[in-house]
């Protein structure tokens, strides 16, 4: 599978399609998620096309690497829910694939926080 820009995230990237910017680094965005599963649901992406975690882990340089992940941290501290700045914490997941059902393709973590979320997953219906 190839990076296709026509994505969703792509386009916000642009600013075709509205999003809050919450943060924005050099390499990376973050913004709410449309539809939010936790008090706290922020969507944080790099700025380069990639696909997905195993796409930017192989292929996204290191300047790019280590912003992502500092942009990650200053989102939780914005948000409030890092535990330096006196919040209960959060958890991190990004889907990579068809079996974590990644809906958009372009590298996203979704940082989820401000209320208690909850165990790992919730076991999928056979
Ligand atoms: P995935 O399943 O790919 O990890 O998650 C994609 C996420 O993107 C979903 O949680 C969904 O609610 C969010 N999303 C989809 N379209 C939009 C959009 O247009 N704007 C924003 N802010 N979030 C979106």
Not at 32 to 44: C, E, K, R
Request: proline share 6%; charged share 20%; net charge negative.
């Amino acid at each position: 599978m190839t990076y296709d820009s026509d994505n969703i995230f792509a386009k916000i990237l642009r600013g075709e399609i509205p999003a809050e910017r919450i943060y924005e680094n050099d390499v990376a965005l973050a913004f709410p998620d449309i539809n939010p599963q936790a008090n706290v649901h922020v969507l944080i992406i790099p700025k380069g096309g990639y696909l997905s975690h195993d796409d930017f882990s192989q292929n996204a340089t290191a300047v790019e690497k280590t912003g992502f992940t500092e942009a990650i941290g200053e989102v939780a501290r914005i948000t409030g829910v890092a535990q330096s700045v006196g919040g209960t914490g959060y958890r991190l997941i990004t889907n990579s694939g068809e079996a974590a059902d990644q809906e958009v393709p372009h590298y996203h973590v979704h940082l989820l926080g401000g209320n208690r979320i909850g165990r790992m997953i919730t076991p999928p219906k056979s």
